[in-house]
């Protein structure tokens, strides 16, 4: 099992407050030999815009951004689908989720691997809509050099992964 996508935060009722950190527990469970991670961490504001491609300083990240202010939350969304899905980060995620799950493939041959996403928020949401199309790509690559692979993909509330993943 391969945590792929997953909120910072979360909580077990799905409502506010979003206080338990859902990252430190995927990590707990990793160090418990429970399970895989494979997921990338937001960037840190108190960081600035270091290791930030240049392209991607203005990009609109919430739908919570003044630039939005007046519209719809439909357009809202959409405004950050399109900025988020043409951004360097987004491009980058991809690309390292695919060569993280291909090589686990890779090194459980023969094996089912179960790739779980944690439901969260709207980049959360754009980084799970990948994970079909990277699963299939993983196995149309392994098969190419003969090492089959069945991966499996599903999305899961905080809640459900909690009762299935316990330390």
């Given amino acids: ?18 206080d338990l950190n859902v990252f430190e527990h995927c990590e ?7 399970l895989l991670l494979a997921f990338d961490r937001p960037r840190q504001p108190e960081l600035g815009l270091r290791g930030q491609h240049p392209e991607d300083v203005d990009l ?13 939350p439909q357009e809202k969304w959409q405004a950050v689908q399109a900025s988020v899905k043409g951004s360097f980060w987004f491009h ?11 090589g686990i493939a890779q090194a459980h041959k023969g094996q089912v691997v179960r790739l ?9 949401n754009l ?27 599903e999305c899961v509330s905080y809640a459900n992964f909690c009762a299935e993943f316990q330390l």
């Avoid at 707990?28 to 429970?34: H, I, S, T, V």
């Fill in 116 to 124: 779980i996403c944690i439901k969260g928020g709207p980049i959360t």
């Fill in 92 to 102: 980058g995620f991809r690309d390292r989720i695919k060569g993280a799950v291909l």
């Fill in 127 to 153: 980084e799970q809509q990948l994970m079909t199309s990277i699963a299939n790509e993983v196995e149309r690559e392994l098969d190419e050099i003969k090492l089959r692979a069945r991966i499996t993909f």
């Fill in 1 to 18: 099992t391969v945590v792929v996508s997953c909120p910072a935060t979360a909580s077990l009722s799905g409502s506010d407050p979003y």
């Fill in 28 to 34: 707990r469970l990793q160090e418990a030999n429970k």
């Fill in 60 to 72: 609109i990240w919430s739908m919570s951004d003044p630039r939005l202010n007046g519209r719809s």
